[in-house]
């Protein structure tokens, strides 16, 4: 039975990593195309809200990897969620050089699918104060798709990055612990560039240094640095006009995260917590000729009832990080039309959206040994003008589920 079961979990870890590979972007609940944490399966519910004390694995190895002691015996998770945003552009000039005249219509990327699966292991019993922690996750993700408007020439963009994170939480003392993490990113690009592009693979590595202490029974901190990632995308895009292909290089940022979560209230049944983000987006090749440097604040709660039912609510503020376009050479490859065709490059990849409302519910034990999670979340719609003849408007709604199978671990508080 015990040989049975594994091979149910292994046959469901397999195929869920398949379907995130194929799926497509997930760029309605992203700052700039990275989702962090709010697409998990319980943290999704709360805004993403995850620094201080995660409510599900999945946010500990992909946020604050010193959260991971908070999590005992072993755990496995597999998340998925659909998102799906409402995105339109209203060009109101050409650019002749790429082949683009006036139009208006709205994206037809469709919604995607994301998938994402993890597994955590304590080492208390070994006598080791160590939690181990694996996870497959769909990291980043943004697109749109003109290409059934002729006046675009073709426009549209794809990026999707999954991310394969490995590391360790070490408990140093009482209320103090330490955790690192090291990720490998496969990633797809269909470069943002209106000419003869393809989708093309790239691969980066980051990692992450995580604290976390317990300054009170009720209190606890976290902070995390995360690295930027490199990617360089070979011979992404060929420009009709000089029939050359071009490299193009695009970089995540460097990650800042401080949170602090609180159980006092309620006698212990409500959770609050707060994270603030500093993305550093100025370093980062491609995104540093489009972006300022960005923060973002995730308030989350989680009030747990008698029947261990637990429900969820949080909000977001992200700071709109669409930048003056000074240089028309972006990410290696200088534009054919100027300072027009950067402007219509950065409508492509517009995180314009600075509010985002999100619910969920988790239940405990559905069955003994198995939790469930589901939440849903709407990125209310904001509009730019970017340049003089680039117009751009974004909204989206998001959901998903999650199940975690625990064995020989505690129900989560």
Known sequence: MKCSFSRWILVNCVVLAAWAISSGSANAQSFGPELHNTMMPASGGMGGTSIAQPQDLLSAVNGNPATLRQ??????????????????????????????????????????????????HALDEMGMPVTLGLALTSAAGAGVDFRGVPESNGTSAELVILQFTGGAGVQLTDKLSVGSTISMGQSFFDAPFSGIGAMTPAYGLRGALGLSYQMSPATSLGLYYQTKENFNYQDAVLFPANSRAFDVRMDLPDNIGLGIANR????????????????????????????????????????????????????????????????????????????????????QLAAINQHRLSAGVGVTDVIPGLDFDTYAGFMFHASEQLGASTHVSVSSYYLGAGLTYRFRAKPSM
């Open 71 to 120: 999590f005992d015996g072993i755990r496995v998770t597999f998340g998925s969620g659909w998102a799906d945003a409402n995105i339109r552009f209203d060009q109101t000039a050409p650019l002749p050089l790429v082949g683009v005249t006036p139009f208006s219509s709205r994206s037809a990327t469709p919604g995607s699918a994301v998938g994402n699966i993890g597994i955590t």
């Open 264 to 347: 006092s209230l309620m006698d212990g049944q409500l959770l609050i917590a707060a994270d603030l983000l500093y993305k550093q987006w100025d370093n980062c090749d491609l995104f540093k000729g489009i972006y300022n440097d960005q923060w973002v604040v995730q308030v989350g709660t989680q009030y747990t009832t008698q029947n261990r039912t637990k429900l969820r609510a949080g909000y977001v503020w992200a700071e709109n990080p669409i930048a003056q376009i000074n240089s028309i050479t972006i990410g290696g490859v200088t534009l054919p039309d100027g300072l027009p065709a950067a402007n219509y490059l950065q409508a």
